[in-house]
């Protein structure tokens, strides 16, 4: 059984970097048909796609969060991971991790979510 | 680039049949037939409903439906059940490798 695995920090100050990393078990992230996403949400808000990622390094990020993310892989520790810089009050949200076949859709697999709290 | 627009709530009795709508745009919704939705119950992750407006997931009961008319796509349970309580959300391409996604919308079985 595949499944998706977020983890964070739970708490952060504002203007720190938040770093999530979600872990699959049951696939394989290298495989060629899967596209990796990170979605959040926050109470106001609603949901927000972050961007996806896929292992071969092609990243499609949200272009409102464009230029303070940055995606990246680990295939030895089937992990796939977000940075988000510089982050604020606004930033506190509930982040997911899914898996999708293209770039079209979230895709049909998602993690449970970790919450992230930016507070002083 | 806006969320695609949800009620925040919709009800319904047992047996009933409810109606979701996610509204977006011509350069999103109305564009691609690319829309999904989501059920999340408290505490479980997101379960994949409804993908490519109309198609059904394995194991997802006929009871749901999916349909797009303009830049509205809509998502519709008939034969309310008590485990359908939960949040429903929908999803959009919206071109450039792009998603969006909707607020969500919170059903709530009478």
């Known amino acids: 059984q595949v499944q998706l695995q977020e983890s964070g920090p739970g708490l952060l100050q504002p203007s720190q970097t938040l770093s999530l990393t979600c872990t699959i078990s049951?696939?394989?992230?290298?495989?060629?048909?899967?596209?990796w996403n990170w979605i959040r949400q926050s109470p106001g808000r609603g949901l927000e796609w972050i961007g996806c990622?896929?292992?071969?390094?092609?990243?499609y990020p949200n272009p409102s969060l464009k230029s303070r993310i940055s995606m990246s892989v680990d295939t030895s520790k089937n992990q796939f991971s977000l940075k988000l810089i510089s982050v604020t009050a606004a930033d506190t949200a509930e982040y997911f991790c899914?898996?999708?076949?293209?770039?079209?859709?979230?895709?049909?697999?998602w993690g449970r979510g970790t919450l992230v709290t930016v507070s002083s | 680039q806006s969320a695609l627009t949800q009620p925040r709530s919709v009800s319904g009795s047992p047996g009933q049949s409810v109606t979701i709508s996610c509204t977006g745009t011509s350069s999103d919704v109305g564009l691609y037939d690319y829309v999904s939705w989501y059920q999340r119950r408290p505490g479980k992750a997101p379960k994949l409903i409804i993908y490519g407006v109309t198609k059904r997931p394995s194991g997802v009961p006929d009871r749901f439906s999916g349909s797009k008319s303009g830049n509205t796509a809509s998502l519709i349970i008939s034969g309310l059940l008590g485990e359908d309580e939960g949040d429903y959300f929908c999803s959009s391409f919206a071109g450039r490798y792009t998603l969006i996604l909707g607020g969500g919308t919170k059903l709530t079985v009478l």
């Open positions: 899914s898996r999708g076949p293209t770039v079209v859709t979230p895709g049909d697999l």
């Open positions: 049951g696939d394989s992230i290298d495989y060629p048909n899967s596209y």
């Open positions: 990622f896929h292992y071969t390094g092609s990243t």
